[in-house]
């Protein structure tokens, strides 16, 4: 009995997360994928990590501009003292204006070079990361749906099971079929109970697992557009597709971008050990009191070479390991690049194919199912037979909800692969 109230209590809280789900599809229209992915671009950790890389690229690219362009200063003071009481007040104020050029570095123009491709790789990684954010939004609000479908399918499995099971209990109540018939009937309803409870608890980690992805509380996800339908199937030109991602992907062009700025670095650590010529201006001591005005002005122009500093050898040295690892990373993903084309449109053609497999079957599955049916109506066909027939029904349509599924999700990889970000 304590086994039958945990059941029961289960189904009671599957229940009410449904009628929660209900309550809420009156309130609003359910959520598609489209809107997903957009909240998700808005939301996501990914995302939000991307932007602030941009932003620490923008830091480093205006921390390389103070190399090349003037830098200028102003201060002000005042004070005042009373000489002694009822005399008069006394004051004095002083200022100074200060500034600073490099006005010739050969190392810092080719800093400045190098943090702007820089900030090139960071844009366009931040777009790679985009892409990827919406390929693996499509992957789980689909795994979602795929989810809400299976949960339907198990609980019409549910009650083919249940009504299976009353026919034969009756049928072994008149002697009509044996007492193990009527067992394998129970293990039936039970399997089929275990899989509906699994099959509604997998609708519902699917759904926290697409609340993680998209950023926001499972809460405000709302009701999920379950809708499946079957498109046009596309042909794809492996060449054509190559060609798109050779010249479009993100995360290769930042690669590329992300190279460039390497072996512009490396140009820069070389020219710092080049002389450096700047020139710098002073006006200060800008004061006046009860004598009148005064100030001073000056200037000089320095030409500096750094003979041995162990900054200049650090900075080398980190220069060319990131000219190493940028260049392995650009080298990888062009080595990697027609591989990857060629399993995302075998992956695309596979699924292609096992759906049209899937609905044929659910086709000969549906009329294996009548056939029986109708023999087993006029006495010719066991009640076994008709349970497999079912069971090989259910199957089928499972069966087609997943290639459906795994359509949608290969055609957002086919998008990506070719550098279709969004």
Known sequence: M???DIRMRRYFLVALALAAVTATTAQAAPMTAAEAV?????KSTSVVQANASVLDAKGGMWGAYAGVLPRLSASYSRAGLAASPGFDFQYSGTGRISGSWTVFSLGNIADWSSEKKAMKSALLSRDDTRAQVVLDTKRQFYEVVRAMHLARVNAQGLKLARDDERRVRALFEVGSVSKSELLRARVRTSQAELDSLTADHSVVAQRIQLAQQMGVPEATIGVVDSSLTAGETAVYDSAAVFADARAHRPDLLAAEAELSAAEIGVRASRLGRLPALTASADWSNYSYNSLGWDHTEGGTLALSMPIFDSNVEARSAASRARLLR????????????????DLTLLAYQEFTEREALA???VESAGENLNLVQQKYNVGSSTILD????????????????????????AEAAVDKVRGRTE
């Open 2 to 4: 304590r086994g039958v």
């Open 359 to 361: 609905r044929r079957t």
């Open 326 to 341: 940028s260049r392995e990373t650009r080298d990888a993903l062009l080595r990697n690049l027609q591989s990857e084309v």
């Open 386 to 409: 008709l349970i497999d027939a079912q069971v090989q029904y259910q199957r089928s349509w499972s069966d087609l909800v997943s290639a459906m599924a795994a359509i949608r999700v």
């Open 38 to 42: 957009k909240i998700a671009l808005e």
